[in-house]
């Protein structure tokens, strides 16, 4: 078992900054792929960014891609969601998820059956 708490969320105006923050515990986390997804109101959840559990593979969704950062802590067991020029379309309940590896390389992107883990959601809100 893992679990995920994540936290960070909050009310921020356009174009401000909120980092996010997934802490896990259980099992080893370096060993698991970690995604964060957002879902706002009457909207499918959306995988926003993924990163492999050596940190050295990343995915963006093109939504996203220039304005967030994902990052972990393998240390720390923490992984990461920088995110800046926020706009009102970002406002969602985001979530991370983890998905055991077995290559340092793996990042899942399309296949989300390969999260085995999930939080309970922090929710963002951009006011315009």
């Known amino acids: 078992q893992v679990q995920l708490v994540e936290s960070g969320g909050g009310l921020v105006q356009t174009g401000g900054s909120l980092r996010l923050s997934c802490a896990a515990s259980?099992?080893?986390?370096?060993?698991?792929?970690m995604g964060w997804f957002r879902q706002a109101p009457g909207k499918e959840r959306d995988l926003v960014a993924a990163i492999s559990w050596s940190g050295g593979n990343t995915y963006y969704a093109d939504s996203v891609r220039g304005r967030f950062t994902i990052s972990r802590d393998n240390a720390k067991t923490t992984v990461y969601l920088q995110m800046s020029s926020l706009k009102p379309e970002d406002t969602a309940l985001y979530y991370c998820a983890a998905g055991y590896a077995p290559q340092r390389t793996h990042v899942y992107t399309s296949d989300w059956a390969r999260y085995d883990y999930w939080g309970q959601g922090t929710q963002v809100t951009v006011s315009s």
């Open positions: 259980g099992r080893t986390f370096s060993r698991y792929a």
